[in-house]
């Protein structure tokens, strides 16, 4: 096994499985926040049904616009809370140093194969070897996937 087939491998395991999206017929947080909008817009008509009718159109756009900042105040807070993975922001030397560090491990993976056909590395040994590399150049292609390109 070549050590073209045995990343290709991995990087076809890693890509199948995309990360979840949310369903399009799913309820979004904005769909709570008009519809409570909407509901007291609703009842503050109804409860003042004795005033002029600008009076109640400026009333029901108060609503919607404090409907509006509870979904901005929502928005700010919802990442302070959420538990979820975060992306490492990483610069260029950074990320320049990933690709060389993979580079590098595929070519010592290379190497050792090639010495290991040749017969200078034992069947133990080369096994060993080959599977500290491997975990290494995944490790990194890892990190690489996890960090978005500059």
Known sequence: MSSATSTDAAKATSAAVPPPAPAADSAQPWHFFVVASLAAATLAVVVSARTAPEHLVMLSITVFAAGAAALAVYHVVAPLVAERKRRRVVGAATRAALLAEKALALRTIK??????????????????????LRARALRVMQQLEETPEP
């Open 111 to 132: 190497e050792l194969e090639f010495d290991q056909a040749m017969g200078k590395v034992s069947e133990a040994d080369f096994a060993e070897m080959a599977g500290r």
